[in-house]
């Protein structure tokens, strides 16, 4: 059983700052890829940032570019994501994604394996 687990979520004002954490687990854990991805109400899961971990590249939707970064620790199976200069809009539950191998391009939810359950993300005006 895969589990992914988010963490970090909470309450700021615009331009805070909040890091947000998702730790796999799991007997059979094997990651090729992590996401993030995000959801406000109302509107459609959104493509937030990616970590492949063989060489660590990234890839950031063009709404976070140069405020958001994503990090990742291979030896506890986590990825980090440092959200900085916050804006309302980008209030939403963060999600987290794993991919077990490469299943298509990172933007579309449905090339992940495994999700975790959400973290709230709210940032007001």
């Known amino acids: 059983q895969v589990q992914l687990v988010e963490s970090g979520g909470g309450l700021v004002q615009a331009g805070g700052s909040l890091r947000l954490s998702c730790t796999g687990s799991?007997?059979?854990?094997?990651?090729?890829?992590m996401g993030w991805f995000r959801q406000a109400p109302g509107k459609e899961r959104e493509f937030v940032v990616s970590?492949?971990?063989?060489?660590?590249?990234?890839f950031y939707g063009d709404s976070v570019k140069g405020r958001f970064t994503i990090s990742g620790d291979n030896a506890k199976n986590t990825v980090y994501l440092q959200m900085n200069s916050l804006k309302p809009e980008d209030t939403a539950v963060y999600y987290c994604?794993?991919?077990?191998?490469?299943?298509?391009?990172?933007?579309?939810?449905?090339?992940?394996?495994?999700w975790g359950q959400g973290t709230q993300v709210t940032v007001s005006s």
């Open positions: 799991g007997r059979t854990f094997s990651s090729y890829r």
């Open positions: 970590f492949t971990w063989s060489g660590g590249s990234t």
């Open positions: 994604a794993s991919a077990s191998r490469y299943l298509g391009p990172d933007y579309i939810p449905g090339n992940y394996d495994y």
